[in-house]
């Protein structure tokens, strides 16, 4: 057996190498399709990788390779596996039909474990040492166990040896126990140092804080360890220290506590107990069920790798064992591997250890090294893929020059650097290296939020980047840029903080059932299958009607107090009345068809549709309600491998558990918006624009919680996980940042160096990451501070940084920095972009109209100008048809939404357009005529303003001169270097004859827009046109 190990850096080609390896091993003979068995980790890699080989086959004239390798095992980890399981089932002793379940439902059973198999005094004993100990949930810590456990082939048997090695640490750094430390006597030093402090002259405010502070701690019935260690750290100012010193003294001698040290060890002793206990339950209760999951397929497939007939039978027919993505390989994969690789000729590994990330997949990267140095010292070949096809060529170069040294105890540096192949001369700089300034004195939310304008400017000012799949240049777009955060809640800040600028995000979030379109459709199902569910009714009425609970609650009570009987019945509101209509065919139908029926019914997507928000929005709500469809078909094969009926009201519970676990997640927003995701989320992705933000992020040390530690053992490729043990220290004293008695100790481990470079080295590999997720320019923004690069950039140990601006030379290579200082100030604040949110309730206190309509002057509003001209410019001889008579308004709404969709991505799908017309105008117009007019306008506009950066329904408000606020959205501006474009929709279906007429009619609001747009811009708007959407035409109107 031969190992092949390619170092495939990010954007080397990876999928490519692995094609031309197995194409010309079957070419030439050396191997035939069947003997092959290649392992991914995604089934969209997989599936891919079979697609290449078998493409590459054909075009070289090999038509019946090309159809074998489709039938060779190439797929995912656990279908490889689980395939041979089924194979060799009766051999295992297993049933031939395996009941696999996905990650939910194994969640799911082991929740019911956790639950089940504990009794009620171990549950007690568990809350009285977690609370005592500050550990907020023990559960969850049983439950990363007993995962932590599984993937690294660990039994219920092993846990009472980790207790005792976790409780063996502990005992060689801890004090010996003075009984002469317990609560009782401090209580009584506590309260000695409290009357001394009493009689002191003029006692100071830090004197009397501190006699509060433990007066308080004494009323406890009894103390906490954290409290120990708080009047350690007491204050009383020189006045008060000789009074308190014995009780800082006490406090800080917590660790020779014989009751401390007795609950540390009984908690740690209790919570691996209960994970033998709990994981057994789980394997038993999965068994009773007849279930396996994922790593039941790798821990089955490993023993069975150890029977002789069938080691017998893969050494007959498997050669040539791929595994894709080395580096994510978890410790049991890895286990597998090892197994398989004694019963083929060779191995190829194809991975960067550069991208190894702890807990990616689950993968362990210290395991990915060590098999990589047992390669290069000569367990193996190594080769190294030279060219990157990713990115710029100065954006390659500083990679290559920032990341060399810092991966030089793992790879040479012809392993790390790589060739940029790209020619494209796109003049845009490579790097942006942005300074954040704020006015005063800057706090997180000020920096997220001058980030965001940073954002806002880089994509409003133009910027040009290659297309990938054209090849030529344009503007970036707010789909090219992603925002690379080191956590979620980051995330969620500075989505908020893009959103009250009118920026567009993207992002992984829960809460789907929180949104008021996924609300008004469950409440509809709720009431279609249950007529006495009156909250299901208030919220239909609420959310259809667009009312607030001032009218409906006091309808409602009125109507108790009247004792009528109609008040929730089909007289309420016409949508109730519908769903009673329909209630009797429920029985007959399925969950997804229930829920079909009653978002028909009810209509929701007109609905939707009228509460009249931006277009980016409507269409996030309209992916929300496809997201709950599928959210269906999860429900529904979660009921078919549980064997259970799935029915409405299950659902509906079913999706309350996905709301309590955080799992109910939105759709991503399908249209045009910035991506935000963690540098965890980015792997494998790539953007023309990437923003590496958290620079000034640091490193958090902590050898508390759970953790894997590697015996001091040469690495045995035949035996990789030996030597591998568990161990878990709780953390008394969370609230305590420094000077904490315990971390201090445990700073002598040998551990805690070997953590430290771990977590050095992984903070780096992470870095790396995102940083080659650009292909055309990437944006490093960093605090204004003199020379500061950032504590995570400072790992780097580069003298290159910080970048300045201008031309710098890297080798042969020159990189092109851009160095911009983005200010934010708040009394400059833009205002929130211009919509209609969705509230929902609304307030009764408004503004009579006369009041409104003084204060509010929409550019609606404004006259005709007598002097305005107008000519058609363009006629797209061509009509949308009416099939009937139709409220103009509805119909011009649903146009506006679909053109402004259309426009933005014009492979949106039409489902989406079929929604909008089919809800809006039923029967009316053909959806495929709305979308042809789309194209034809998307194509003029391509050919007259080739260069424009194209903005659907772009928000604006003004405060005019006389005290009023115009605010509204334009339906269509078109930005070019030299000025605007301003393009109104109207659906007005007069003839061509008629166009100039009714377009000067008009001139007034195009007048407003062209004003608005100059003053808030500094931009001179250079045209405005009305585009007949109907009719199909364009007629330019000079409004000066």
Not at 54 to 66: T, V
Not at 290 to 298: A, L, R, S, T
Not at 397 to 413: G, K
Request: hydrophobic share 40%; charged share 20%.
């Amino acid at each position: 057996m031969t190992i092949y190990y390619t170092q495939a850096s990010a954007g080397s080609g990876k999928t490519t190498s692995i094609e031309n390896v197995v194409t010309e091993k079957l070419i030439s003979k050396q191997l035939e399709p069947h003997q092959i068995m290649a392992v991914t980790f995604t089934e969209d890699a997989a599936a891919e990788l079979k697609e290449r080989i078998s493409q590459s086959l054909i075009a070289k004239g090999n038509l019946f390779l090309a159809t074998s390798i489709m039938n060779s095992p190439i797929g995912t980890v656990h279908s490889v596996f689980g395939q041979l399981l089924v194979d060799f089932a009766f051999e295992l002793g297993l049933s031939p039909e395996q009941q696999v379940i996905d990650p939910s439902d194994t969640e799911q059973i082991l929740a019911e474990a956790l639950d089940n198999s504990l009794d009620a005094k171990r549950i007690k004993q568990l809350n009285y040492l977690g609370n005592r100990l500050n550990v907020d949930d023990w559960r969850t810590v049983i439950h990363d166990l007993i995962q932590l456990s599984r993937s690294n082939n660990f039994s219920d048997e092993d846990m009472a040896v980790f207790a005792e090695l976790s409780i063996k640490d502990l005992i060689n750094l801890l004090p010996p126990i003075d009984e002469g430390i317990n609560e009782s006597a401090f209580r009584l030093v506590i309260q000695q140092a409290i009357e001394t402090g009493r009689v002191v002259d003029n006692p100071t405010k830090g004197l009397s804080s501190t006699i509060e502070d433990c007066e308080k701690i004494l009323r406890k019935a009894r103390f906490d360890w954290q409290d120990w260690i708080k009047l350690s750290k007491l204050s009383p100012t020189k006045k008060g220290e000789l009074a308190f010193a014995q009780t800082k003294l006490v406090g800080a001698s917590v660790l020779k506590c014989k009751d401390f040290q007795e609950e540390l060890f009984g908690f740690i002793r209790e919570i691996f107990t209960t994970t033998a206990i709990v994981l057994k339950d789980f394997q038993l209760t999965k068994k009773s069920r007849g279930f396996i999951d994922f790593v039941d397929q790798e821990q089955l497939a490993l023993h069975a790798l150890d029977n002789p007939i069938i080691q017998e039978r893969i050494k007959n027919e498997i050669r040539f064992l791929i595994i894709d993505e080395f580096q994510d390989t978890n410790p049991i994969q890895l286990a597998l591997f090892s197994k398989l690789s004694l019963l083929v000729e060779d191995i190829l590994m194809v991975g960067d250890a550069k991208q190894a990330i702890y807990g990616f997949r689950g993968s362990d990267p210290r395991l990915a090294l060590n098999v990589l140095d047992f390669v290069q010292k000569g367990g193996g070949e190594i080769s190294t893929l030279p060219n990157s096809y990713r990115s710029r060529p100065g954006l390659v170069a500083l990679t290559n020059e920032l990341f060399t040294q810092p991966f030089s105890h793992l790879l040479t540096p012809e392993q790390v650097q790589l060739a940029s192949v790209r020619k494209d001369k796109l003049e845009t700089a490579e790097v942006e290296w942005w300074t954040l300034v704020t006015e005063g004195r800057p706090n997180k939310n000020i920096m997220i939020n001058t980030l965001a304008q940073g954002i806002k400017d880089h994509i409003h000012t133009g910027v040009k980047i290659m297309d990938r799949e054209t090849k030529e240049h344009r503007f970036a777009t707010w789909r090219d840029l992603a925002v690379l955060c080191r956590g979620n809640s980051e995330i969620s800040e500075l989505a908020g903080s893009l959103a009250k600028m009118g920026v567009p995000v993207s992002f992984k979030r829960s809460g789907l059932l929180e949104t008021p379109e996924v609300s008004l459709a469950l409440a509809c199902l709720r009431l279609l299958i249950d007529p006495s569910d009156s909250l299901a009714s208030a919220e239909i009425v609420c959310l259809a009607a667009n009312t607030g609970p001032e009218t409906w609650l006091r309808e409602r009570l009125n109507g108790i107090e009247t004792s009528k009987s109609n008040i929730w019945d089909e007289n309420a509101h016409p949508i109730l009345d519908k769903l009673a209509k329909v209630r009797k065919q429920v029985s007959m139908l399925s969950t997804g068809e229930a829920l079909d029926l009653a978002m028909l019914t009810a209509d929701v997507y007109s609905i939707v549709a009228a509460w009249g928000e931006n277009t980016k929005l409507a269409e996030h709500r309209f992916a929300n309600l496809a997201a709950l469809s599928e959210f269906v078909n999860e429900y529904e094969n979660h009921c078919e491998t549980q064997f259970m009926a799935a029915t409405p009201s299950g659902f509906i519970l079913w999706l309350k558990n996905k709301e309590q676990n955080n799992s109910d997640n939105q759709a991503a927003n399908p249209g045009d918006a910035v991506t935000l995701t963690t540098y965890h989320g980015s792997k494998g992705l790539e953007w023309p624009i990437v923003v590496c933000s958290s620079l000034d992020s640091s490193l958090k040390l902590s050898l508390y919680g759970i953790r894997i530690v590697q015996d001091n053992f040469d690495f045995d490729w035949n035996n990789p996980l030996k030597g591998r043990a568990i161990r878990y220290i709780p953390n008394p004293f969370p609230d305590q940042k420094a000077n904490e008695p315990l971390n201090d100790l445990l700073k002598q481990l040998n551990d805690w160096t070997a953590n430290e470079r771990q977590e050095v080295n992984e903070a780096i590999q992470l870095l790396y990451v995102g940083m080659t997720r650009a292909r055309d320019q990437l944006i490093l923004p960093t605090l204004n501070k003199n020379e500061y690069v950032g504590e995570w950039l400072k790992l780097l140990n580069s003298n290159f940084l910080p970048l300045k601006g201008g031309d710098l030379q890297i080798g042969s290579n020159t990189l092109k920095v851009k160095s911009r200082t983005v200010l934010y100030q708040v009394e400059n604040q833009v205002l929130p972009a211009a919509k209609r949110l969705k509230y929902w309730f609304n307030s009764e206190a408004e503004k009579s109209l006369q009041d409104r309509m003084v204060y509010n002057q929409p550019a609606s509003n404004c006259s005709p100008i007598e002097t305005a001209q107008g000519n058609i410019i363009h006629n797209f001889d061509s009509r949308i048809k009416l099939s009937g008579p139709v409220e103009m308004e509805d119909l011009g709404v649903a146009l506006h939404h679909c053109l402004a969709i259309l426009i933005n991505n014009p492979e949106a799908d039409h489902s989406i357009i079929n929604s909008i017309i089919n809800n809006k105008v039923p029967g009316i117009i053909n959806p495929e005529h709305v979308i042809a007019r789309g194209k034809e306008l998307l194509n003029w506009i391509n050919s007259t303003f080739p260069e424009s950066k194209m903005h659907t329904e772009l928000p604006f408000t003004q405060h005019l001169d006389n005290g009023g606020i115009r605010q509204g959205e334009m339906d269509l501006v078109l930005e070019t270097s030299t000025g605007w474009y301003i393009i109104d929709h109207k659906s007005n279906p007069q003839p061509s004859t008629n166009w100039v007429d009714i377009a000067l009619q008009y001139s007034g609001q195009l007048s407003a827009y062209k004003h608005t747009l100059e003053a808030l811009s500094n931009k001179k708007v250079l045209g405005t046109f009305i585009h007949f959407t109907i009719g199909g035409g364009l007629v330019e109107v000079i409004v000066d």
